[in-house]
């Protein structure tokens, strides 16, 4: 599903972010990417979604070559993937129906077929009773929620995560930790980028670690393979 072959990424010239990484992540796995600060976490999420294209290798999602893509070809993947990112960036002056209602949207789904999804993903993220609120008045827990909400509305097919429960209490992290869990139950492949040790912990997943751009560990790899 999702396969990186030597990929290096460099924001400035003899900078690597990401150095020589090659990964799988077959369809429906479920893992995690940690590492420390500036290790290139974030920057293996964007290749994904080709918000970046690498400046060595391939980076190959549900069968297509990313590093190839045209401009014009990038909504089509994008469309497959759903994207949570550390800072939520919901539109401040919507409402969380509206929130959400934007994945499909753009997909161009029609009105009615768009109220029950949304209203039905909204449940499942008990969210309902706040489905008239503007983001500034949840709380960010509430908010994370809707961000998952916008990013499964439309069942994706991989679901990528960047530190999705960066500022929250134990039970919101339980909370959202439970919606990875049921999108990856229900065939959503998962890859979630975090620092929290006790998340990673607690879940029994695929754990890789990152370390100054490069791939130094990975639970489903033995050591001598990486
Ligand atoms: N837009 C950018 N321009 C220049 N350098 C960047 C840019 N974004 C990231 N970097 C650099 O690339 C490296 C990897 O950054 P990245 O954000 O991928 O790390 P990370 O592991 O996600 O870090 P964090 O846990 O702090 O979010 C870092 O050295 C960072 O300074």
Redesign the pocket.
């Known amino acids: 599903m999702i396969q990186f072959h030597n990929v290096s990424m460099s ?2 010239r003899d ?1 690597a ?2 150095n020589d990484v090659t990964l799988k992540v077959p369809k429906g796995d479920f893992v995690f990417v940690t ?10 999420l ?1 290749l994904v979604y080709a918000a970046l294209s690498p400046s060595k290798g391939q980076v190959i999602v549900d069968g297509q070559n990313v590093t190839r893509m045209t401009r014009s070809q990038i909504p089509l993947l994008r469309r497959s993937v759903g994207v949570v990112f ?1 800072d939520f960036k919901l539109l401040p002056n919507r409402t969380v129906l509206e929130n959400v209602a934007i994945t499909l949207e753009v997909l161009g789904w029609g009105k009615r077929d768009i109220g029950k999804k949304v209203h039905h993903i909204l449940r499942l993220m008990g969210m309902e009773h706040k489905i008239n609120a503007t983001p500034l008045r949840l709380s960010g827990g509430e908010q994370q929620r809707v961000a998952l909400a916008r990013a499964l509305v439309n069942d994706p097919k991989i679901l990528l995560a ?2 999705p429960t960066g500022n929250l209490d134990d039970e919101n992290k339980e909370q959202i930790l439970a919606i990875f869990r049921e999108a990856n139950i229900r065939g959503t492949t998962v890859m979630v ?1 975090t ?1 929290d040790r006790r998340v990673i912990e607690n879940s029994h997943k695929r754990v890789i670690i ?1 370390d100054k ?1 490069r791939l130094v560990e990975d639970n489903d790899v033995p050591k001598q393979e990486l």
């Open positions: 924001y400035q900078m972010a990401l590492g420390p600060s500036g290790a290139g976490k974030s920057t293996l964007k550390q960047d530190e980028a620092h990152l751009g």
